[in-house]
């Protein structure tokens, strides 16, 4: 029997068979996707939830306008980081009360690497690989420089961190997912190696707190952070979250030590006293407008089972690898080939990379480029479609085809890229 | 010629006089202050300027949701931490681009601090004073504690702060207006002692910004950090500011070092490379919901002279001080009496000041409690009248002559005081 050629005319087909078959087509009506784009880049920043203007508009009109300062103990928004963390520990397979909601991913690194060497007090090298995201490189550069005697920040090739772990290793700092390829680093096999050396680990879960399965607690992570408005779809700039494992909580002593990770925060005493837990990974006042955003839009994923998410995920991704190779020959595939390798997006190496994603753009398909030559897709399992994939592909191709990313005009580079 | 008695009826006749010849009494109607609220509590939370809405929906509905990452471009949201620092610059007399808006106060101070320190390499101590606020003093014993290596902070009694001012002073470490008492440092005189002593000058405004005249040029203030959600009216948990002098602006190494202060943020590089001047504060991905929520509020200070804002404030202060002093005996001013050695708040010590605040709030008196004994009232010029704090008055005396504070539910403590 002679195998069917791969037109995009039979990925059209098998896109509307799966989304007949998706459990979770039901949710993209939870979303606000602007007509006429096909929005690849949830993995930048999530899709607004339409959930989230009547609560901003609840907290600012109500909450605030009305209550004033009343609203600290009305609305209780002093226990919002811990609220809104308790919707992400169960995304991420952590224990109840472990995450708080606070600052930037950038300053919870921070805070989780500099609590992590002083529970390892020996030793002075925190392990990272040069794939990571700059900003967490940049963080560890800046605590070591901070820190002085002999702290130093080792960032090995991706590929070369698990054998660099060893007796001179403080702390494993990785990002799980590669932000430019895709690639997922194993945790559970890198923390266990990194346990057996004598060193702690500290996850980034910036690409994968929303995207699939993600289980701190049986990877035995020591620490973990996380964002706030890529696949958990908290809007630009949402605050981010910091996971500490139970075994450590009550043990950390926080470098970034404030009022709302005090005690007795309203007791106004001089001398800083932890509170229980990760409650002392909070510093100064949590900011109410992005919490709250983030707390309605993770109402998306309520009764959704992670599973659910890694298949839909794995399929999407799958699907738009397929009709990529099959209508883009000049597409080299940066991204492993097996969805438990990787988060959910897909990365291609593409000449002119920039232009085609700027031609793409103009044309309604969103992704976005990272120098030098990777045009990136990221799939949100909540809102997008296998059509929508499918369609996406469709106008890359004749994007490629027919060179539409040959003019001028998409070779200005935009100041944020 | 007899005095006439200093009666209530007095007070009321005084304040409508003052209120007619108010230049700032036409921005009341820029802010939604709910009816039947007297709120004299603007100094932990401003109340809500009514173009926030507006502005806070256009982001997210339109910027967010239809714009979706392109709004990092489209909408400059790149650069709002120095937009809305600009316009902070004005009133705290800070220099043009040398105030970005990021982060909490706490953590801010946590990036001065550890600057300052870098910069005057051969000392050990930050000097500060123990009515500080209580998260100033606990980020810098987390600083201290990070450093280690002889580093220490002394906290002396707030008069005795200027003659501790030495040569082992490294950083000198203030706020500007103590939270309690309404005192206010003299910033230049003490800068002045400080850079004397081969020390350098961090400063809280705090409870400055907005509500008198800054002058941190004309002070020489090495370094500032304040608040967006007291008189900046920036709402709950508003990002917060930081002002790095010009001469250092440069020179600073940033310890919370993060891709938003690097010299090329999206060059994706591996190593930090920090930004031109204040931007290096920078540190994650702004938080652009509440980054807008505090550029909109501050527009009701456009146009504005400064010393409009101080006068008002005084006025309004005496008036309280003098009504209060006329009709409620039992109570004992805790504030300088001189506007100019304070801020724009009145303190007074009262017994069962607690539940004298919970029978005022009650009331629609809405000010607050700092233990042991303080009741506290701030007063923002921008959006209350001489009318309204007499009013106030009128309502605290008969709560203390008739105790309608001794009631059980009045000494029930809430979560947040």
Chains 1, 2 share one sequence.
Request: proline fraction near 6%; aromatic fraction near 8%.
């Amino acid at each position: 029997m002679a195998t069917a050629p791969a037109t995009i005319e039979s990925f059209r087909a098998r896109a509307a068979e799966l989304d007949a078959a998706d459990p979770l087509a039901g949710r993209r009506a939870l979303f606000h996707v602007p007509a006429g784009r096909l929005y690849l880049d949830g993995n930048s920043l999530g899709a607004l939830p339409r959930s989230v203007m009547a609560r901003v508009r609840e907290v600012i009109e109500h909450e605030w306008g009305n209550d004033l300062i009343t609203g600290w103990n009305t609305h209780d928004w002093i226990d919002l980081p811990a609220r809104v963390g308790s919707k992400i520990e169960r995304l991420v397979g952590a224990e109840p009360g472990t995450i708080v909601v606070a600052d930037s991913t950038s300053i919870n690194l921070f805070k989780a690497l500099s609590a992590a060497l002083r529970l390892v007090p020996s030793r002075r090298v925190i392990l990272s690989d040069n794939g990571n995201f700059p900003t967490d490189l940049y963080v560890a550069q800046g605590l070591v420089r901070l820190l002085g005697g002999g702290y130093t920040l080792k960032a090995m090739a991706p590929d070369d961190v698990e054998d660099a772990i060893g007796d001179d290793t403080a702390v494993l700092c990785l990002t799980e997912v590669d932000y430019r390829s895709g690639r997922r680093h194993d945790m559970k096999q890198l923390t266990a190696k990194a346990h057996a050396a004598g060193a702690l680990a500290v996850w980034d879960l910036a690409h994968s707190a929303g995207a699939f399965v993600v289980d701190v607690a049986d990877g035995r992570a020591d620490f973990a952070i996380g964002c706030g408005y890529k696949y958990l779809n908290g809007g630009p700039g949402a605050p981010a979250f910091i996971y500490v494992a139970p075994r450590f909580a009550d043990q950390v002593e926080p470098a970034l030590s404030g009022w709302m990770g005090h005690a007795a925060p309203f007791a106004f005493t001089t001398d800083y006293r932890p509170a229980q837990g990760v409650t002392r990974m909070r510093v100064g006042t949590p900011p109410i407008l992005g919490m709250a955003a983030l707390d309605a839009a993770l109402d998306a994923f309520e009764g959704i089972d992670m599973r659910q998410v890694a298949a839909k995920s794995a399929s999407l991704t799958e699907l738009f690898v397929a009709a990529v190779e099959a209508t883009c020959p000049d597409l080299r595939l940066t991204t492993p080939r097996e969805p438990g390798r990787r988060g959910s997006q897909i990365s291609f190496k593409a000449e002119n990379g920039y232009a085609v994603m700027q031609a793409l753009i103009d044309r309604g398909v969103i992704g976005d480029f990272r120098a030098p030559d990777i045009i990136r897709f990221g799939f949100t399992p909540l809102y997008l479609s296998h059509t929508e994939v499918v369609a996406a592909v469709d106008v890359l191709a004749k994007v490629l085809a027919e060179r539409l990313w040959d003019e001028p005009k998409y070779h200005v580079r935009a100041k944020v890229t």
